[in-house]
Each structure stands twice: as C-alpha cells, then as structure tokens.
C-alpha cells in the first residue's frame, strides 16, 4: 500500500469518516487510521441520533423553522458559552453537509416527526426536525467488512445480537397480547435467525449509531478510501510550521504517512485518558465512561505537542449520563447508561445517600448528572440510587434488568440489582436512614396520587412526557406510585458518553495555535474538537451533528487547499 496521500484521517468515527467521504468525492487520495482492529469509534456504540437544524429532509416533512429560532433556543441554554461565530457556521453549514451526503453517499437520515429538545420551556426550543436518525442498514452490504464494524452495547441488542429500537421493543414486549405485535416480533426474530445460520456473528439488521457507522464505511469504501485498522498514530510529521503527515504503528510496524493537503484528527477526544479527566472532570469522577476504551485523548495530545490551543468547554468538560455498574463473578464489567428508557417512566424515584430526592427523574440524562454533582457537594451522592417497585420493574425493567418480567437473579446474586421486601429492609441494604427513605416513597407517592410533582417537577416538561409512559391512558404519563413489594434499587454514577473540552478550531475545522492563528495542515472534528455546545447539552444528536458538519467542513477545506 502506498504511504504517501492527499488527507490523512486519524480516526473513524463519524467525524473523520465524514472528512474522509468529503474529500474523496473530490477526488483527493485519502486513509483513514483507525486505532481498534474495528472500525466505527463512538458513533458505532450510540443511539445514532443527529441534531442538525433546517435540513432539507425536515422541509420535506413540512416541519417550519428558522436560524433565528435556533439561535435563540441556543442562545438561553448556552449563555455565554455561546461562541457566535461558529454557532453560525454550524447552522448554516450543517444542512448542507447533510445534503451533501445524502446525494453523495448511502449516508440517509430520517427526522423525527416529533422529538422536543431538552429545555423545551426556552424560547426557541424545537419539537420536530432538529433530530435525525440513521436509515436501518443491510450490514449484509458491507460484506467482509462486516467484520470489521464495531459491534453495538451488546446491553442494547437481544438474543445475543439482534439490534432493537423502541418500537421493536414494545412489539416484542406484547407479542402475546397483539396480532400486529406477534407479527412485528415474529418478523425480527426469523430475519435474526436466518443471519445466524447464514454464519454472521449477530444479525444484519443495523439501527441507531450502528447503521450510521456502517453507511460511512461503505461510502468511504465507495469512494476508494484505504482504511486501515490497528493502526495507532503516534506523532504529527512537519515541515516547518505545516503538518504534512504523520507517524504511526500498524500491526506493531512504524511507518511514516505522508499527506500531501491535510491530516484530520478524529480519535475521540479523551474520555479513557485518565490525567484529562482527573484535570478537568468535577472531583468525585471515576472511569465511568461509555465511549470506546481506544479514546485516549491519542489527537488531542499530538496536537498539543506542537502548539496547538486546548479549549476547556465553559460547561461541563463530559458529556454526562448516569451509568450502572455489573461487576460480574469473572472479575469483568458491565456498564449500562441510563439514558431515555427508565429514568422518566412512572413508578420510578432517584435519591442520594441520605434518601432524599434531588433531581427531576425524567430529566436529560446530562443534566441528571449535573443535579448527582450538586447534590454530592453537600451530601454523598456517588453513587446515587434509583428506585422502584415489582410493578415497575416488570413492566419496563431497570437498567440491564430487561422488561417483561425476565430473570433477574443473577443480578441481584452478584450485587447489581438489590431486592428487599420492604422499603425499611432497601434502606438498610443501601445504608440509607429508613426513616428518611420511607418519608421520601411517601412523598412521591403523594406526588403520583395527584398528579403533579411540585418538589421536582417530574413530568411536568413536554421533553418528560415524550419519554414516559406513552400508553397510560389514566393518570400521569410520568408520575406512579412506589408501594408492590418487592423494592428494587440499582447505584448509578456520573459516567460519560464523550468529551466536550477539545481542540480549538475556526469554522472550516483547521486546528488553531495559542495566538488564534491556524496550524497549517492540521484539521480536527468530532470529540477531538472542542464542543460547539460548549459543554452543554441543547437536545437528541449534538454530538454526531456536529461531528458530520465539521468533518464535512474540513473535508471541504482540505479540497479547497488542493485547488490552490
């Protein structure tokens, strides 16, 4: 293989693959550099949503919006965060990045018909459109590079590989009790069973973040992108102040790449990197992370090597998500986000160490993690505790307790999952003051018998109700009552789905210096970049939104350089 390219892209998650597709459909000679033996980073780990604005597959649907909408929603989450210029350039850039690989590649989203962002009461806030989701996707299409795509959460897949969303799930939840369902279900599990006798690992049918993953890797193949795995870069090569390549191990050989217009750093930004987070995480912080355990901050640090500017996200410098912990008799562990299906659903409570409430349950998993650091300021709270009731558990689960009554006393042998029969018997078993415990149940209770949480306000934004109970015809959509014995209750910490604090950039992605000025040849997107949110978290997908526009802006840049 040649070693010598137009674009060197380190890093294939949706960021890098994006600036790989961009410059290839130019006609540029690029390689991407994945560090794992699979290909797909984050993105193919992720629930797959993308936030981006004014799309025109959100015109299509006849879903009406503005910049000027956008920009005030963003403006009142973000505050002085908010960084105008490049604020801007993501909104304007975004739609047309998403054009651009609709028409150039098998990249095909859908938006959401209805999706509120996460500060829905804001002046601005959106409930349609701004979300996208990836198109399902034949991994079949990929042929031997099936095998090479990173496998999704095996926490979020069923019968031992077969992908689901929520619709899939609540089919499949009711395939004894609808027609309709029992065909859904019965529809999935024969398509899955035909994989697996075809000889594949897992089934075929690709959602979420997995189809994005593997709808880049067969453009990029397409275009004739060399891609190649376990390939660790190590160092940026230079010629005078121009970045012009760089050093890299694969398969254990060093070998020097050339790039002739640009390098593209994507790998991740550094939520396994453990002197960054020790530096910019709030204290009490562990190694909770969901992003792959190859994201070692491996950019942001060769960047920094050479002079390059480091942003701390204003915010937060994580992305933040409450993450339950199954240590299992091997010794090996099990993460499990608590993102969107639990926490909002009715019959479920949060509290900390001294029993007592402290956060809206339904709200952002984000902003969860927020109210778990306020609350551990002043009363221990890592972990904390959701709480729940034998009604509940059956009917929605807990965490890696699936729904629909499944077995669940493996878990509840090897600690993740603690039963009691009361509610004075949970509180001993978590150390927490019954007392304390029983009056917080009451309360919540009391809450759920009227309808209206006026200590913490479950319930009571469109972004809560869109992710409770979807079905309950009476009473609260959010709001349930605590009291079928068995109590259940599961820790969770304040774990992460990525990094905000990154490398600073100007619009067309090129990585900036300390003094401003741009680092010639040196380009970085994705978690690698620092966060246009600032460490905030506006909605659904603002994380791959930006991840696709920026590569597509520095894909485009990179093309421009060329031309000169």
Known sequence: MSDEYDVVVVGSGAGGMAAAITSAAEGLKVVVLEKAAVIGGSTAVSGGAVWVPNTHY????????????????????????????????????????????????????????????????????????????????????????????????????????????????????????????????????????????????????????????????KSARDRGVDIRTQAEVVGLLRDGDRVVGVQARINGKQTDL????????????????????????????????????????????????????????????????????????????????????????????????????????????????RAMYRSHESVPSIPSYLICDRAFIDVWGLGLVLPGKRPRGHLIRDGYLVEAQSIPELAAKLQIDPATLAESVARFNKSAEVGEDAEFGKGSSEYNRYYGDPEKTEGHPNLGPINAAPFYAVRVYPGDIGTASGLRTDADARVLDAGGQPIAGLYACGNDMASVMGGHYPGAGITLGPALTFGYCAGKAIVASASR
Request: cysteine-free; aromatic content about 10%.
């Open 58 to 217: 959100a015109k299509a649907m006849g879903i009406q919006d503005s910049e000027e909408a956008v920009m005030a929603y963003l403006s009142a989450v973000l505050g002085n965060a908010l960084r105008p210029d490049m604020m801007r350039a993501y909104l304007r850039r975004g739609p047309e990045a998403i054009e651009f690989f609709d028409r150039n590649s098998e990249v095909k989203l859908a938006a959401r018909a209805y999706s509120p962002d996460y500060y829905p009461e804001l002046e601005g806030a959106g409930k349609a459109g701004r979300p996208m989701d990836p198109e399902p996707y034949d991994g079949r299409l990929l042929g031997e590079d099936f095998k090479r795509l990173r496998d999704p959460l095996k926490e979020f897949t069923v019968l031992g590989g077969m992908m689901v969303n929520v619709v899939d799930v609540k089919h499949l939840l009711k395939v004894t009790k609808s027609f309709a369902s029992w065909k859904h279900g019965m529809k999935l599990v024969l398509a899955y069973f035909r994989d697996r006798a075809s000889g594949h690992a897992r089934g075929t049918r690709l959602l979420m973040g997995n189809a994005l993953a593997a709808r880049l890797l």
């Open 258 to 369: 050339k790039a002739r217009h640009g390098v593209v750093l994507a790998t991740g930004g550094f939520p396994w990197d453990a002197t960054l987070r020790a530096e910019r995480f709030p204290k009490g912080s562990g190694l909770w992370s969901m992003a792959p355990r190859d994201n070692t901050g491996d950019g942001i640090r060769m960047a920094r090597q050479i002079g390059a500017d480091f942003m701390d996200a204003p915010a937060d410098a994580g992305l933040w998500a409450p993450v339950s912990l199954w240590k299992k008799p091997d010794g090996s562990e099990v993460r499990f986000p608590h993102l969107i299906w639990d926490r909002a659903k009715p019959g479920l409570m949060a509290v900390n160490s001294a029993g007592r409430r402290f956060v809206n349950e339904g709200t952002s998993y984000h902003e969860f993690v």
